[in-house]
């Protein structure tokens, strides 16, 4: 039994940092149309600058994750204004292959300024412990269920009840019925951006704390978020966190149950296993357990 | 100018730079000498997450044969050049094709990193009858020809680990894991763990594989916790050590680490982990330690540093690749008294070279290939974080019995 | 006003032919020429280089008939070249199949594979159709690597898949009395192989199949209501793409004689995806000329990294090494090309014909 709490925290735990992931695909979707493939390496690029300074700038790590959101939402934001702008309207297979080559640009120039090896970012929960009853909790998996549930809230009163949200909403369903609105799609495009950028320094404060550090691996994650996103609905907020959550557990209880008793499925079926997930229930509903229906016209 | 003019414009200045470039290294008969410089490739990581094993292992060659060739070259005359090609540890196969691309600038390969390149480049090194350095320490590699092979292998490594634990006082009949990476590093780990429990005759606990791209270890640790393991040994690369290890003193779970030496880095032990490290980590490894002065190798080493690389930090890495430089340079030196530097030479030269050990480190022995014998003797380290590389001496020259009798097949 | 060169099409049958101009063939015929040349003047190293590019070409003008002329965007193209390796390894291995028969074995494993993949294109259309294709590319990788009977492991395995039809051995020429060796036998059958396959698939695009793909690919539900079967042609697609694909599989595991689960990874399909967009979605000669630039550009680069200053000494720290330069310049190539020339480089060299053709007259 504690090892089913010990998993069912741990799997929460990845699954936080899986949804804020999965909620920054999202958020530029909603607003753009387009999957920025180069999620993943917007968080290599967060932790990486949380190292910068919190490490080797040592200044205190609320100030050093706020500058580094700040830095990483800027260079978010010029990475649309340069390169995503410019293919707007494009076909879909435009912009995905331009986010992909994205990410050998980014991790490329992290690399070059911060080496290959593998870096600490400094946050101050590293492997501190906190016991419940007979489970072990980690500080950082308390940091990532509290942090991920902020983000979700403010994301919430964010899209329901600021302005700013509902002109997203409107820009992304209507463009031009926005725009006649006075609505700017580009400074809609432009705050996506910023806002995908921010929550990836988030999710890299937690995937790289303590001992796991920072070099350019880290941007895998971005690939396992992606059946989060898709599981929930690629324009759902609530789907991408419902959807990170469920794809953390499966990873962890699979790890935890499935491997040990089935060998013959292979010592890391874990890591597969959220894609079956994904692929059935894309099966069974096209556009995922929250996602629109795309209505096409002839 | 418009981008698709300046598209065509870089392509065509690059197709113009390959005309004016190469130029041949050696002549026919004795590729890789030219004139009085022998090239020695060396295939190793410089831009992935193993780079950190992969760049002090160069430098540490190229200071070496800067040395070398600063006392007038091997055999007082051949300067040694050496030649890197960056190759992706994940992906064996491009061993393969930088191997291609350079063996007939070589003369031989000074260090291949990587089990699974050095198993992919096997039927090409025997087609091109080239020498190859394996920078891995597989028991398959001591007697497999056209190999240099250096070090004692993981399984003895494992062995001696193993022997060592259950000989403290009141280790007998404790439970013994493994943790390894899905690689054949890890096989290899492994296959000493079960020859290590052969011999000692007990059964040892789970054995759980991991990847290098594993993100969550709670899973595994899990296992082997429930396991009742009492030591584990552990066979992983510095990126990911930390995170295995961070999850299991995160649960609180202190067994007895038993790693190989690829597994460990530096910088662990001036991360959080220090505290659990010191606690629980043996490394088990072989040579000198980093600035141990009271070895004659290492005063060498650390006088050729201050001169040649004077920025280069305390690192594990290094200290190995000047045993490989040393062992190389040796074969050359014997290739060079036999007056043949041909591919045929250098192959018979090994077969003809003398036990050989770098100094501060085990003796090798080499010639004909069904009697090479690699050192069976390891030294245990702990951590301390306050020495140079985070590395103390716990014990010098384990060799259990089970490492002494162990067999080795001849290889492929 | 009659332009000189300009050789306007006025009849139907002109947009069919593949070669329009004298000029045209002539053109073709050089390059045959060149290609007949090249590996008897260009060092082993570049015979090599130019062998993996005609590989590539075969996998790029599979993909081409799937992203470019279908519109069906998969990211899983690695996994098929797997298949083909490894069930050309198998045919020939353990079966003891001859030469003609693996190859075409391996191709139709992976067309049999595609099929099977295909029916997911019908259900699910652009990003979510890249994503599951992703997914079939880690279920791929993970089956690859446990599949250890067959393929190695993680360690890999070494392949013997003899190119050899009755006396005639690729591996060993000079027994027949040809005075080539390996590389630049392989050279040979690559690049007719590549011509092969070029012509069978601009055969295929130039006549009523490619005329109904592209109608899929425009728009897929019109097209379905004038009477082009989606389910036919988005899973023939799926097939054609994939047998493409297993053949440059083979023919790689043939050549390199060594395969890892490891090498049928993202970056592959990623980067058959930017060869295709480099060269021209949409074209068969645009995928052979992608395939070349991505595969000679990096060995450009570091041949010439001598010369770059800001290179590292690699091992000494300072600057960036040659594979982060490529790597840097694979995203950058592949970003440029979508925003400048999406069109690729073929209709860079489109262009120049236009201008010659309309000249004075080339605005």
Redesign the interface.
């Known amino acids: 039994m504690t090892?089913f709490l010990?998993?069912l925290v741990?799997g929460l735990s990845?699954g936080a940092v899986y949804a804020l992931v999965a909620l920054g695909f999202v958020v530029i979707?909603r607003a753009t149309g387009v999957?920025n493939f180069a999620q993943g390496s917007l968080v290599v690029l967060g932790a990486y600058l949380l190292h910068q300074f919190a490490v080797r700038m040592a200044l205190p790590f609320p100030l050093a994750a706020l500058a580094a959101v700040l830095v990483t939402a800027a260079v978010a934001m010029l990475v649309e204004r340069l390169?995503m702008r410019?293919?707007v309207g494009?076909p879909?297979?435009?912009s995905?292959?331009?986010t992909?080559?994205?990410?050998?640009?980014i991790?490329?120039?992290c690399?070059?300024i911060w080496?290959?090896?593998?870096l600490?970012i400094g946050d101050p929960w590293?492997?501190a412990?906190v016991r419940v009853g007979a489970v072990?909790v980690?500080l950082?998996d308390l940091w990532s269920i509290g942090l991920t549930a902020a983000v979700v809230i403010a994301f919430f009163l964010l899209f329901r009840r600021s302005t700013l949200g509902i002109a997203m909403r409107a820009a992304a369903s209507d463009p031009e019925a926005a725009l006649a609105h006075g609505i700017s799609p580009r400074t809609i495009h432009a705050l996506s951006w910023a806002l995908a950028g921010g929550l990836a320094v988030v999710a890299a404060m937690l995937?790289a704390s303590?001992?796991?550090?920072v070099?350019?691996?880290l941007g895998?994650?971005a690939?396992?978020a992606?059946?989060a996103m898709?599981l929930g609905g690629?324009d759902s907020t609530e789907g991408a966190v419902v959807g990170g959550l469920v794809i953390g557990l499966t990873?962890?209880m699979a790890?935890?149950y499935l491997?040990?008793n089935a060998p013959w499925l292979?010592?890391?079926?874990?890591?597969?296993m959220p894609?079956?997930l994904?692929?059935v229930i894309?099966?069974i509903r096209?556009?995922g357990l929250f996602g629109t229906a795309?209505v096409?016209r002839? | 100018m418009s981008p698709s003019r300046l598209v065509s414009l870089i392509t065509l200045g690059a197709l113009a730079a390959v005309a004016c470039g190469g130029g041949a290294a050696g002549t026919a008969a004795t590729p890789g000498v030219s004139g009085d410089t022998i090239t020695v490739g060396v295939l190793t990581p410089?831009?992935?997450?193993v780079?950190?094993i992969g760049?002090p292992l160069l430098r540490s060659m190229q200071v070496y044969f800067a040395r070398v060739n600063a006392a007038g070259g091997i055999g007082g005359r051949y300067q040694v050049r050496v030649q890197e090609e960056d190759i992706t540890y994940a992906n064996p196969s491009t061993s393969v094709q930088k191997y291609q691309k350079i063996k007939d600038q070589v003369a031989l390969l000074g260090m291949v990193v990587g089990t699974d390149h050095i198993n992919g480049l096997l039927p090409l090194l025997r087609e091109d009858g080239m020498v190859a350095t394996p920078g891995t320490l597989d028991a398959e590699w001591v007697r497999t020809p056209n190999l240099l092979s250096v070090w004692v292998p993981y399984q003895l490594q494992i062995i001696n680990g193993v022997g060592y634990f259950l000989g403290q006082p009141g280790n007998a009949g404790k439970t013994i894991c493994s943790m390894v990476l899905?690689t054949g590093y890890g096989e290899a780990a492994e296959e000493g763990l079960m020859s290590a429990a052969a011999s000692e005759g007990f059964t040892p606990g789970?054995r759980?594989?991991?990847?290098?791209?594993?993100?969550?270890f709670?899973?595994?640790i899990?296992?082997l916790r429930?396991g009742n393991c009492d030591a584990v040994i552990l066979a992983s690369l510095?990126?990911v050590t930390?995170?295995v290890?961070?999850a299991a003193?995160?649960?609180?779970w202190s067994p007895r680490w038993i790693m190989t030496s690829p597994s460990w880095?530096g910088?662990?032990a001036q991360?959080?982990?220090a505290d659990?490290l010191t606690r629980t980590a043996w490394i088990v490894s072989e040579g000198p330690v980093w600035g141990d002065t009271t070895d004659a190798g290492m005063r060498e080493m650390l006088a050729a540093v201050a001169q040649y690389a004077p920025d280069q930090q305390p690192d594990l890495y290094f200290t190995a690749g000047w045993s490989v430089a040393q062992t190389v340079g040796a074969l050359l030196e014997q290739a060079v008294r036999s007056g043949d530097l041909t591919r045929t030479g250098i192959l018979t030269a090994l077969e003809a070279m003398e036990p050989f050990s770098p100094a501060g480190w085990g003796e090798y022995r080499y010639g004909p290939i069904g009697t090479r014998e690699p050192p069976r003797a390891n030294t245990i380290f702990r951590v301390n974080p306050a020495a140079p590389i985070g590395l103390e001496v716990e014990a010098r020259n384990v060799s259990v019995p089970a490492a002494q009798s162990y067999q080795f097949t001849a290889g492929r | 006003m009659r332009l000189r060169n300009l050789r306007l099409t006025t009849r139907y049958q002109d947009d069919l032919v593949l070669f329009r101009t004298r000029l045209a063939m002539a053109g073709m015929a050089a390059l045959l020429l060149a290609a007949v040349t090249a590996p008897l003047v260009l060092g082993d190293f570049w015979v090599t280089v130019l062998i993996y590019a005609g590989i590539a070409a075969v996998g790029a003008i599979g993909l081409n008939i799937l992203?470019g002329f279908t519109?069906q965007?998969s990211l899983g193209h690695a996994f098929f070249l797997g298949v083909g390796a490894y069930a050309a390894a198998v045919l020939a291995g353990r079966w003891g199949l001859p030469f003609p028969l693996w190859l075409i074995g391996a191709a139709a494993m992976g067309g049999i594979i595609g099929g099977l993949v295909g029916p997911?294109a019908l259900?699910?259309?652009?990003?979510?159709l890249?994503?599951?294709s992703?997914?079939l590319l880690?279920?791929g990788s993970?089956v690859f690597?446990?599949w250890t009977a067959v393929t190695g492991g993680l360690t890999g395995r070494a392949i013997s898949t003899p190119i050899a039809i009755g006396p005639v051995n690729l591996d060993n020429l000079a027994a027949v009395g040809i005075p080539l060796n390996r590389n630049q036998g392989f050279f040979y059958f690559t690049w007719l192989v590549v011509g092969v396959l070029a012509l069978a698939a601009k055969n295929l695009l130039r006549t009523r199949p490619g005329r109904a793909l592209q109608a899929v690919r425009d728009?897929d539900?019109?097209a379905e209501?004038i009477g082009v079967s989606l389910v036919h042609w988005k899973v023939g697609a799926f097939v054609v793409s994939s047998g493409y694909a297993a053949c440059a599989g083979a023919m790689y595991a043939a050549f390199a004689r060594y395969v890892s689960p490891l090498d049928w990874s993202?970056f592959l399909s990623?980067q058959y995806?930017?060869m295709i967009?480099v060269g021209g979605?949409g074209s068969v000669a645009g995928a052979i000329l992608g395939a070349l630039f991505l595969t000679l550009l990096p060995r450009l680069v570091e041949a010439g990294s001598g010369r770059l200053p800001f290179l590292a000494d690699a091992g000494s720290?300072g600057g960036?090494t040659v594979f982060?330069?490529n790597?840097?310049l694979?995203?950058?190539?592949?970003?440029g090309f979508?925003?400048w020339e999406?069109m690729g480089l073929i209709e860079l060299w489109r262009r120049l014909k236009r201008y010659f053709a309309s000249w004075p007259f080339s605005y």
């Open positions: 090892d010990q998993l741990s990845i979707f999957i390169v410019p293919l494009q879909l297979f435009a995905i292959l331009v992909l080559g994205l990410v050998f640009v991790e490329q120039v690399a070059a080496g290959y090896d593998l600490l590293g492997v412990t072990t980690k950082l995937a303590g001992p796991k550090g070099d350019l691996t895998l994650i690939f396992r992606f059946p898709i690629m990873e962890v790890a935890g491997t040990p292979g010592t890391n079926f874990h890591v597969v894609y079956l994904m692929i894309l099966v096209p556009y795309e096409r002839i | 410089l831009s992935d997450p780079a950190v760049r899905a789970p759980v594989r991991f990847r290098q791209d594993d993100q969550d709670v899973a595994p899990t296992q429930n510095p990126a930390g995170k290890l961070g003193a995160q649960l609180g880095h910088a662990l991360s959080s982990l659990y | 992203t519109g965007i997911f259900r699910l259309r652009g990003h979510y890249a994503i599951v992703l997914g880690f279920l993970h690597e446990h728009r539900q019109a209501v993202l990623i995806v930017a967009v979605i720290g960036i982060a330069l790597q840097m694979f995203g950058l190539l592949i970003i979508l925003l999406p």
